[in-house]
């Protein structure tokens, strides 16, 4: 079986002392998540999630790696996927999406973050990493 690598974040920014998060929608599909790509060549985990938050929103990230949690899942072409999210708290970034991977995109609060997901696994990870801000 192939395992496909990548690195990720869930982005976020301070409104009024609470978190507001970035969600992004695939232009190929409804599914609704975070930042994330492929490691490519030797780069590391923490290299991949800073150059596909920039690919896919022209923002210019930092990742706290002070958090790190993977999900974990089977793909429908029979790989599996091993996603390693950190956090990334940005300023008010101004957004340009790539439109061939990114059809949309929302900042939101928790509570709404945690409806728009598609799917329950990033639920989860969502759920670890707000606990984790909040709590900083």
Not at 37 to 52: K, T
Not at 64 to 92: L, P, R, W
Request: charged share 30%; hydrophobic share 30%.
């Amino acid at each position: 079986m192939v395992t496909e690598i990548d690195g990720g974040a869930i982005v976020y920014k301070m409104v009024d002392g609470k978190p507001q998060y970035l969600l992004e929608k695939s232009a190929t599909s409804d599914f609704w998540g975070f930042p994330k790509g492929h490691v490519e060549g030797d780069e590391s985990l923490e290299q991949a999630a800073i150059r596909e938050i920039k690919e896919e929103t022209n923002i210019d990230a930092t990742i706290d790696t002070d958090f790190s949690i993977d999900a974990e899942y089977d793909m429908k072409n029979g790989h599996h996927k091993v996603i390693t999210f950190y956090t990334s708290q940005v300023d008010d970034p101004k957004i340009t999406l790539q439109k061939e991977e990114i059809s949309d995109y929302v900042w939101q609060s928790y509570d709404d973050s945690r409806n728009t997901l598609t799917y329950d696994n990033l639920k989860v990870i969502l759920d670890k990493a707000n606990q984790y801000i909040v709590g900083k």
